[in-house]
């Protein structure tokens, strides 16, 4: 019996062990984590636009907050490499207060624009050239100012030249789209181009096949989409499939297949965000259609290797932090946990590193001002910058089930192993009093 006894707690305890190793909370290791990086300005700084270079490197235009007047509130950029930050030139980057701010690179060569308009509708363009800022000529002024649409956009071109769209004051708010090549700007097609009057523009260029796309916003209750090429001008594709009551911060870019993608958010369905593809004259609704939480007030996208939108937003559902979803060519899911930030989101920007592994850089909702890396995977130490981690500490993140997540999940994966390892002790000590009993008989 005393020999008999020691064996089934010998086997008692291999089960236990086994079933418990099983609860390790290995998903913490493989979900969403975020990085601190350190401060960029000493003074107190608002963020106007950031974005990442072909190396990962971080971007910001900022505005100095000082309420003695000292210090205007003149936009300045700087540069974090993955160990520090580096102001890009010498002071301010243009003596103007603006706003609609954005920050593109050549992919090619690395050069860095940023473009804002002033409270005249003027757009100013700047070139980091040398260490310094050189503003190019103003390739036109907008009818109006609305933060909640974007009335110009601007590309770069592979060699180097750039597109900008913008919703044209001389041509009775319709579009207009100019090239910048040899220091000047010259007309793309007709000026203004849409005939309708247009309340937001977002560009995307068609290196592969020579074109350029507009997804113009038309008088705040459609979507349509334009396409231009040098033999043909400007003509609108099929928008029969695109709808939307009120479309929101549109977005267009290129994807899978060099079809170009819309993203954009109705407010007439409950503030969700949609997405189409397009396709043999046709554009696909990506289903689900729409696909994210309601009252979403932004968001971001980037492409996957295989031209795949993940696109981070601020969760109604999550008390605003962030999440992701993933659209893998049948259906959009979710990219790891929801609302995986420790606080509220309101602006982020998506890159995909160069093993074609989706991040983002977001303002840190704990440290005001301050700048959070957030990756899925094994993070290697804060100081390596994104282009440098070993391609295994990125680990592949596949949809999840569009229910909302619940609870903690290392939680979660604790329960089930538990559970088991309690109903395995509850079996053996009943199969050992069982055996007592029968002896004593």
């Known amino acids: 019996m005393k020999r008999s006894g020691i064996r089934m707690v010998f086997i008692f305890t291999m089960v236990f062990t086994v079933l418990v190793s099983f609860a390790n909370p290995v998903y ?83 050069q860095i624009f940023v473009g804002f308009i002033t409270i ?12 310094e800022w050189e503003e190019l000529s103003s390739p036109g002024r907008l009818t109006r100012i609305d ?57 995307a260029v068609d290196e592969a096949n020579q074109m350029i796309y507009a997804g113009v916003v038309i008088e705040r209750s459609e979507i349509e989409v334009w396409r231009y090429a040098e033999d043909s001008g400007w003509e609108q594709t099929d928008s029969s499939g695109i709808k939307s009551e009120y479309p929101y911060w549109v977005k267009l870019a290129m994807g899978n ?7 954009f958010m109705d407010a007439d369905q409950e503030w969700k965000t949609c997405g189409y593809y397009y396709g043999k004259g046709i554009w696909y609704p990506m289903e689900p259609n729409p696909f994210s939480p309601p009252m979403i007030r932004n968001f971001s996208m980037v492409m996957d290797a295989e031209g795949w939108p993940v696109v981070f937003f601020n969760d109604s559902e999550n008390e605003n932090r962030l999440s992701a979803m993933h659209y893998k060519g049948t259906a959009w899911g979710y990219y790891g946990r929801r609302g995986f930030t420790s606080g509220n989101v309101t602006n982020v920007i998506a890159v995909m590193d160069s093993s074609g592994m989706a991040y983002a850089f977001t303002v840190d909702p704990d440290r005001e001002g301050q700048f959070v890396r957030l990756a899925y995977g094994q993070i290697a130490e804060p100081s390596v910058s994104p282009s440098e981690e070993p ?3 990125m680990i592949e993140a596949e949809p999840q089930e569009m229910e909302p997540v619940e609870g903690d999940e290392t939680e979660r994966s604790l329960v089930i192993p538990l559970a088991l390892g309690g109903a395995a002790v509850a079996i053996l000590i009943f199969l050992l009093l069982r055996r007592k009993d029968n002896k004593e008989e």
């Open 28 to 110: 913490a290791e493989e979900d969403w984590q975020a990085i601190e990086m350190p401060s960029y300005s000493e003074e107190q700084a608002t963020p106007m636009a950031f974005v990442s270079d072909p190396e990962g490197h971080l971007i910001v235009v900022y505005t100095i907050h000082d309420s003695s007047g000292t210090i205007l509130p003149y936009p300045m950029a700087t540069r974090f490499d993955g160990e520090g930050w580096s102001e890009m030139g010498e002071g301010y980057l243009a003596e103007w207060s603006g706003g609609q701010f954005l920050i593109r690179v050549n992919e090619g060569t690395g």
């Open 120 to 131: 005249n509708g003027v757009i100013h363009i700047f070139k980091f050239q040398e260490g």
């Open 147 to 203: 933060p909640q649409f974007v009335y110009y956009d601007f590309q770069v071109m592979k060699d180097g030249s750039l597109v900008v769209a913008y919703v044209d004051l001389v041509e009775e708010s319709s579009i207009t789209a100019k090239a910048y090549r040899d220091g000047s700007w010259t007309n793309l097609g007709e000026s203004g181009f849409t005939m309708d009057p247009a309340s937001g523009i977002s560009l």
């Open 257 to 263: 297949g060099n079809r170009p993608i819309i993203i």
């Open 391 to 393: 391609e295994e500490t």
